[in-house]
């Protein structure tokens, strides 16, 4: 499936998954009805998960922006998935990473400002018995998103 007609299909989805079929086909030279087919096809490969929106920090109110890199005490699997509910469910958290290295976890958080990062971090992320430390990376400018 990673043909170069695909490759622009999803060019132009990450650009825009809002744009109609008709305008889609027309930009990339296809008739609506194969680029339907060939849309339609990576929905149901699981190639294209879900459409979503990319939100703005800043309209939003959310100024403060950081990477936190978590460590837990243990890896038993009842406190892991308290933290793993935690990430899923607080707002402030955007995405979280099982990752290697010297973080067990690595952490999107947006807030709206300091006072309310050290809420989050107060009680949400230290209040968890696995969490044995975070480590916190402030976001200065966005490069790629």
Known sequence: MSDEITARILTELRRDSRIPNAALAEKLGLSP???WRR????????AIRRYTVDLDDEVLGDSFRAIVHVNLVRHDQDLVSDFIRMTRTTPAVRACYATT???DYHLHVTCRDLHAYNRFLDDHLLSLPAVKGAQTYLIL???KD
Do not use: D
């Open 101 to 103: 290295g010297n973080a």
């Open 141 to 143: 400018k966005t490069i």
């Open 39 to 46: 849309v339609r096809a990576l929905e149901e490969s699981g």
């Open 33 to 35: 009805s194969s680029c």
